[in-house]
Structure formats: C-alpha cells, structure tokens
C-alpha cells in the first residue's frame, strides 16, 4: 500500500431498504484488508446501527441523501468510515446511554442502536458542518 | 433471513437463519404478531443465526413481553457472536438461553 490510501463513497437514498447496498459496500471495503470475522461483524453492525438512525430521523418524515465514505486507516491498521446528512443537526453522541440493566417490563430499545456502535468501534466524533451532520467512526483491525 | 415455524400442539418453534437486520426483523415482527394466538411455548432456534442488530432485540423483546403473559420462551443454540450481541445489552438478563 505504501502510503497510498483509497478512500471510496457511496451516496444513497438514506432508506431502511437501501441497507443491502449498504451492506455490499462495506463488503466491498473490506475485502482490501485481511479484517477477521468477529470484526467484521462488529463493523456490519455499526454501519447498520447509524444507517438506520439516519434513514429513520433525518429528514423524517421525508427523506434525504447520505454519504459514507470509508478508507483504510494505518498505525494501527483499521476501517475509517464517515456518514454525512444533511438533515436536521443531530448529535447522536450527546444522548446518555440506555440503561441495560433494567428489567423486561421497563426495557424498550431506543438509544440500544448507538449504544451498541459506542462499545463496538475504537472511536467515534460527530460534527455538525455547513449544514451537515458528520459521524466519523474508527475500527481497529486488532 | 429466513424463517422457519413449526407447530406442534401449543409449542411454536420458529428457526431463523441469517441476518436478522433493521430489514429482515420487519418479516420477524410480522410472524411474531400473526403466530402467537394460543402459543405456551415459543422457541427460537438461533443455530444458523449468523448476526442480530437492534432492530433483531426489538423484535425479541416484542415477543418476550408477549409471551410472558401467555406463557414462555426461550433461544436455543445461539452462537457466540449473537450472544455477545446480547451480552453487550443486557438481555441476557431477562431472556431465557439454553445452553449447548
């Protein structure tokens, strides 16, 4: 690689549906690095999680573009990704976490989304922009 | 995803295979809704289970608290990167996991 760093994008209609594409775009990125499947999996889940969060509030209840960009980040080796919207200005990291330790009758699932991204990635930061929101997360490959 | 049921008296089996996603878990949430009248015991079979999202617990959850007032449920063969997922949460807490 020597340097060289290929970042590439996809900008899609941010849909709940339009997450199989999604999905194969990550794929795609993946497959330049040796990435295990434990990790893998953790980055799927990240991206679905903040996806879906986009697709559902955004720009509910229209709907809007998103972009991901991804590239391979080095020292240490990882996946960078970023998703800008231009919807309304949402920070989704200002939100306290869900308290997982309540019981079944108390439980609902909302927050569980970026919670579960929180303890996944090895970063997270989230900018508003020129009318954009910009969440940037980081996996590490080890 | 798919989703397999089979009936037997008042026990429900339901198999998933797959991705249970924010798309797939709307076909679950669908099943669980329809399937559930006059159901005791519900089993999830998680073996080729191979990723859950939130969306997935949602739908869980929504059967969980179902079935707590008709009766019971419970995942069996819920491989490790499932249960990490449930770990993480706090489900396993309140749901029912048989071990392998």
Known sequence: MGGERESRALTIEAAVENLTAVNAFVEEL????????KIQLQIEMAVEEIFVNIASYAYAPKTGAV??????????????????????????????????????????????????????????HYEYEEGKNILTIRKNMV | MEIKKVLNGEKLEIFLSGRLDAVTSQDLDKVVSSSLDGVKELVFD?????????????????????????????????????????????FVDFLTIEED
């Open chain 1, 30 to 37: 993946l497959e330049q690095m040796a990435c295990p499947m």
């Open chain 1, 67 to 124: 972009t991901i960009r991804g590239a391979v980040a080095e020292d240490p080796l990882g996946l960078e990704l970023t998703f800008e919207d231009s919807g309304i200005p949402y920070d989704p990291l200002a939100k306290a976490d869900p308290d997982v330790t309540i019981s079944l009758e108390e439980r609902d699932v909302g927050g569980l989304g970026i919670f579960l991204v929180k303890k996944i990635v090895d970063d997270i």
């Open chain 2, 46 to 90: 998680l073996s080729d289970l191979s990723y859950i999202a939130s969306a997935g617990l949602r739908s869980l959850l929504v059967a969980q608290k179902r079935m707590k007032k008709q009766g019971s449920m419970k995942l069996c063969h819920v491989n490790k990167d499932v249960r990490d997922v449930l770990e993480m949460t706090g």
